[in-house]
């Protein structure tokens, strides 16, 4: 089914109240929380229960189900990232420094560059007369994207187009100076793998020159797995350094070739993609129950990258790690894209009936709503006898 089809089934199929769904919202509302919620039949796109499904919340890290999906279906799961490896060298020695050039990687950790020091060791380099330099040039100056004032963003490192772990310390604090820490890792591994380097680190990154020549590339995982990374762990780092490489280093650009997707792909347009970053922790963004249902029931029939999708949602039951919901009647059978911000809990994903049928569903509550009051819902979906 094409994406508009998908849109139109949502729009105009009539709802089917139930009175306990019902019951549900108006208890929520009478605690001053804002409710946007549906569920629909993911092949027909009938609408099952809603409440408000039009009326646009803050979505927190639901909104990554948004920039994913765009991201994946535009780039395609098997896309990677490049890190390139420049400079002169002659007889197996580099002279003057080894300059790394970012394209953000988000996943640019420890354990790869140690496989990339093995590489070049393979190619001959056995020394560096210099020092190791980053080459940032691929992400533009902007620290942080609209919309982050007064949340939680101040505990996000610095996203730069060359971060390594993260740009967070060996405790997951954000490191103060992520370009010296880069280089400083960078310089370390490449010495414990027998390729000395001789030049101290700066402790101001000089300004890039032209570089003698390209070395090697390290490539990123698959897209396919970096989207799964940021789906099931919610990683904002991670959400963030994709929406600003889409966007060819910047922030904006990245947002508007989003919204620009989903105008073209689902006639939604920016009054519909109301976001300002990638990852949801802006408060600024603004997305309906509706809307996230139309794109989850899109992805659900898209062949071409649905599949990859899907499974990067988290999987109730289903996880190699513990996960708060402990329903045992929900194992494998609810896959969701959580959210959380300060009064603001989330939920989005599919869910499959005790008949088998799957569902999409989406639940967006803005006020001091609790995680039980979500979970409610959805297990009574999902558990609810079949129709005789």
């Given at each position: 089914?094409?994406?508009?089809?998908?849109?139109?089934?949502?729009?105009?199929?009539?709802?089917?109240?139930?009175?306990?769904?019902?019951?549900?919202?108006?208890?929520?509302?009478?605690?001053?929380?804002?409710?946007?919620?549906?569920?629909?039949?993911?092949?027909?796109?009938?609408?099952?229960?809603?409440?408000?499904?039009?009326?646009?919340?803050?979505?927190?890290?639901?909104?990554?189900?948004?920039?994913?999906?765009?991201?994946?279906?535009?780039?395609?799961?098997?896309?990677?990232?490049?890190t390139e490896v420049w400079g002169d060298l002659r007889d197996g020695v580099v002279q003057g420094d080894l300059t790394f050039k970012g394209d953000?990687?988000?996943?640019?950790?420890?354990?790869?560059?140690?496989?990339?020091?093995?590489?070049?060791?393979?190619?001959?380099?056995?020394?560096?007369?210099?020092?190791?330099?980053?080459?940032?040039?691929?992400?533009?100056?902007?620290?942080?994207?609209?919309?982050?004032?007064?949340?939680?963003?101040?505990?996000?490192?610095?996203?730069?187009?060359?971060?390594?772990?993260?740009?967070?310390?060996?405790?997951?604090?954000?490191?103060?100076?992520?370009?010296?820490?880069?280089?400083?890792?960078?310089?370390?591994?490449?010495?414990?793998?027998?390729?000395p380097v001789e030049g101290r680190v700066p402790a101001v990154e000089p300004i890039a020159g032209p570089a003698p020549r390209k070395l090697a590339?390290?490539?990123?995982?698959?897209?396919?797995?970096?989207?799964?990374?940021?789906?099931?762990?919610?990683?904002n780092f991670m959400a963030e350094m994709l929406v600003r490489r889409f966007g060819a280093g910047s922030w904006p650009r990245g947002v508007q070739?989003?919204?620009?997707?989903?105008?073209?792909?689902?006639?939604?347009?920016?009054?519909?993609?109301?976001?300002?970053?990638?990852?949801?922790?802006?408060?600024?963004?603004?997305?309906?129950?509706?809307?996230?249902?139309?794109?989850?029931?899109?992805?659900?029939?898209?062949?071409?990258?649905?599949?990859?999708?899907?499974?990067?949602?988290?999987?109730?039951?289903?996880?190699?790690?513990?996960?708060?919901?402990?329903?045992?009647?929900?194992?494998?059978?609810?896959?969701?894209?959580?959210?959380?911000?300060?009064?603001?809990?989330?939920?989005?994903?599919?869910?499959?009936?005790?008949?088998?049928?799957?569902?999409?569903?989406?639940?967006?509550?803005?006020?001091?709503?609790?995680?039980?009051?979500?979970?409610?819902?959805?297990?009574?979906?999902?558990?609810?006898?079949?129709?005789?």
């Amino acid at each position: 089914m094409r994406p508009s089809a998908a849109l139109a089934a949502l729009l105009l199929m009539p709802a089917l109240a139930a009175q306990d769904f019902q019951a549900w919202a108006r208890g929520l509302e009478a605690r001053n929380i804002a409710v946007s919620a549906g569920i629909w039949d993911v092949e027909t796109g009938r609408a099952l229960e809603r409440y408000l499904d039009g009326q646009a919340l803050v979505p927190a890290s639901t909104t990554k189900v948004v920039t994913t999906y765009a991201i994946l279906k535009t780039l395609k799961p098997e896309s990677v990232i490049e890190t390139e490896v420049w400079g002169d060298l002659r007889d197996g020695v580099v002279q003057g420094d080894l300059t790394f050039k970012g394209d953000g990687d988000p996943l640019f950790t420890s354990e790869r560059i140690w496989m990339l020091a093995q590489s070049l060791k393979r190619q001959g380099v056995r020394r560096v007369t210099g020092s190791v330099r980053l080459d940032q040039s691929a992400f533009d100056a902007q620290r942080r994207p609209v919309g982050w004032e007064n949340t939680s963003a101040d505990t996000l490192p610095e996203v730069r187009a060359l971060s390594v772990n993260f740009n967070r310390d060996d405790n997951g604090r954000p490191v103060a100076d992520p370009d010296r820490a880069a280089r400083e890792t960078l310089q370390r591994i490449l010495q414990e793998s027998g390729i000395p380097v001789e030049g101290r680190v700066p402790a101001v990154e000089p300004i890039a020159g032209p570089a003698p020549r390209k070395l090697a590339a390290w490539t990123s995982p698959p897209l396919r797995a970096v989207v799964q990374d940021v789906n099931k762990w919610s990683n904002n780092f991670m959400a963030e350094m994709l929406v600003r490489r889409f966007g060819a280093g910047s922030w904006p650009r990245g947002v508007q070739r989003v919204q620009d997707f989903y105008r073209t792909a689902f006639d939604l347009g920016p009054d519909a993609i109301r976001i300002t970053d990638g990852s949801g922790l802006s408060k600024e963004n603004r997305l309906s129950a509706r809307i996230l249902a139309i794109i989850l029931r899109g992805a659900y029939h898209d062949f071409e990258v649905g599949p990859e999708f899907v499974s990067s949602l988290k999987i109730i039951g289903g996880e190699p790690w513990q996960l708060r919901v402990k329903d045992a009647n929900l194992a494998r059978r609810v896959r969701v894209k959580t959210g959380h911000l300060d009064r603001v809990t989330s939920l989005c994903g599919y869910l499959q009936t005790l008949d088998g049928r799957v569902r999409v569903f989406a639940i967006l509550l803005n006020g001091a709503a609790r995680e039980e009051d979500i979970w409610e819902q959805v297990s009574r979906w999902a558990n609810e006898a079949p129709p005789p």
